[in-house]
């Protein structure tokens, strides 16, 4: 063997290594008197051990902070709830003050489920203070954080009603901004009419073959699981036959025939992503009151876009606050001639970039290969005939009119023969195959021109540089720090709820970043 061991190079030399390691453990073990001993890994015992639940977290804890910023808030829209009464049997429920202390603290860590809350109320010790190291069965968390809509928008309210109190809210400026977060829904869950109709008449069939055979083949669990899930499926494609009428009244899609509606969430909708792709989402409308950052109002949408969402934004925050922001800021999504508008008449100073301006970027003749002698100003306008005159005399006639973002714009055309047959075609119009040239004529209403007017002006400008860092925060929180990029529950209202919590959260951990280590520290220096 130690002839074997020599053919191979470096083996022998491995070997005599070896030997003079275990000698000089050999000599330290004689040294010493003995091997050395270590303590033994028991891992079949049972231990009790004595937890002392209130030292479990510091006294700068974030879950002592919550509940005790909980504990000054109204719980009466929950208590009308109860069932579990005193001086009548059963088993008393869990303290709304704990449920929603629990979901707070929760969201706060990035923890957005149920089942996950029950979990580390085994151990971890934020969780096992706020519970006094119980365990809050999953199914009681989730029924919480969904089945109490009036209640918890009641709730939202109080919180900010608190925070203005503390100097948190000044509504001198709003800022309001919209985001995409998914669905719980799959992209492959879309289908049209005719195969949601199949789908639902599948459904029913298998609602009564389920419920037939759950006496005699199944136990009674097994049975009842089986008809609850067979029930929410026929619901949810009952819901998605509601949502195709839904999308026929507003006249959605180009192709009618094409409509798809999910059959997981018939509620949400394919929206365009910041990364350029597509997915099922919801539009999440979030107004910031830019004094400390605090979340004023929150709204979830199905419309893809937010020009529509402006008014209904603003119109949350005064339904929470009672009183109307002075300014309303918003990106360029938002702006259009009747938003500007509505704030004019609202009383609200309305701030964002202007649309067609925007739109415009450099001239759009340079890319259709147009000679600045043949630009729109070379034309000539004649009020009286309602026509322009363009450098070769020939005359562009009226067509129709076009909204655009923030003008009403008039399309002027030229005789097709005109242009066909003119010499400078190539420089006035060399795309325009079968069609004369087109020129417009924008109009603009006077709250546009002044609003397009102010925010040429560096007070206006330098208002709306400081947008993206004031009413994109909230986002990046709810969605990186709290892990609310997708939404583990679906439909509209229970979206709304969890849009709801997370606005919360954020509110509530301004709170204790700005006024409650203050305080806690205040009460602990002496008097
Ligand atoms: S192409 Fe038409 S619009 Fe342009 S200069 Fe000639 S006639 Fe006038």
Redesign the pocket.
């Known amino acids: 063997m130690e002839k074997e061991q020599g053919i191979l190079p470096g083996c022998g030399s491995a070997a005599r290594s070896n030997r003079a390691e275990q000698s000089v453990v050999n000599r330290a073990e004689e040294t010493r008197g003995g091997k050395p001993r270590y303590e033994a890994i028991n891992r079949e015992q049972l231990c009790w051990r004595a937890v002392d639940v209130e030292r479990l977290i510091g006294e700068e804890h974030a879950a002592r902070a919550i509940w005790e910023f909980v504990g000054r808030l109204d719980m009466s829209g929950y208590r009308e709830e109860v069932r579990a009464v005193e001086g009548k049997a059963g088993r008393p429920g869990w303290e709304p003050r704990l449920l929603i202390s629990l979901w707070v603290y929760a969201y706060s860590e990035g923890v957005g489920s149920a089942r996950a809350i029950e979990q580390l109320c085994e151990w971890e010790p934020g969780y096992q203070w706020l519970t006094g190291a119980v365990v809050v069965n999953a199914h009681t968390l989730s029924d919480f954080r969904v089945k109490h809509e009036k209640a918890l928008k009641a709730l939202f309210v109080q919180v900010l009603g608190l925070l203005s109190a503390d100097g948190l809210i000044t509504l001198e400026r709003v800022m309001q901004d919209g985001t995409k977060i998914r669905a719980k829904a799959a992209q492959d869950s879309f289908r049209r009419k005719e195969r949601v109709e199949q789908a639902l008449k599948q459904a029913q069939e298998q609602v009564v073959a389920v419920e037939a055979l759950s006496e005699e083949e199944t136990s009674r669990r097994i049975s009842k699981a089986r008809s609850r899930a067979q029930r929410e499926r026929q619901q949810r494609l009952e819901q998605a036959l509601e949502e195709f009428e839904k999308l026929a009244e507003q006249g959605s899609g180009k192709d009618p025939e094409n409509r798809r509606v999910s059959t997981s969430d018939p509620q949400a909708r394919i929206m365009k992503q910041p990364d350029g792709g597509f997915a099922p989402s919801y539009n999440v409308q979030i107004n910031t009151d830019a004094s400390h950052g605090v979340v004023v109002a929150v709204g979830v949408v199905q419309a893809g876009n937010d020009f529509e969402q402006l008014q209904p934004g603003v119109d949350r925050v005064e339904q929470n606050l009672g009183k109307t922001p002075d300014q309303v800021v918003s990106d360029g999504g938002f702006v259009s001639r009747d938003n500007i508008v509505a704030m004019k008449e609202r009383g609200i100073e309305y701030i964002g970039p202007c649309g067609d301006e925007a739109g415009k970027g450099k001239s759009s003749y340079e890319g259709r290969g147009v000679s600045p002698e ?1 630009h729109s100003l070379q034309f000539v306008y004649d009020a009286q005939s309602d026509s322009y005159c ?3 005399g ?1 005359i ?1 006639s009226y067509e129709g009119k076009e909204q655009r973002y923030t003008q009403v714009s008039y399309r002027y055309r ?1 005789q097709r023969s ?2 066909q047959g ?1 010499p ?2 190539g420089q ?2 060399p795309g325009n195959r079968v069609t ?2 087109s020129i417009h004529r924008s109009e603009e209403i006077a709250e546009v021109a002044e609003f397009r007017h102010k925010m040429q002006t560096e007070p206006a400008r330098e208002i709306y540089r400081h947008r993206a860092q004031v009413a994109e925060t909230p986002n990046l929180w709810i969605k990186a720090k709290f892990g609310l990029r997708q939404f583990s529950v679906r439909g509209l209202s229970k979206v709304g709820m969890e849009a709801l919590w997370a606005c919360l959260t954020y509110n509530i951990r301004i709170w204790i970043r700005l006024r409650w280590r203050q305080v806690a520290t205040v009460a602990t220096v002496p008097a």
């Open positions: 043949y363009c450098p070769q020939k562009l030229a005109d242009c003119c400078v075609k006035c119009c004369g040239r």
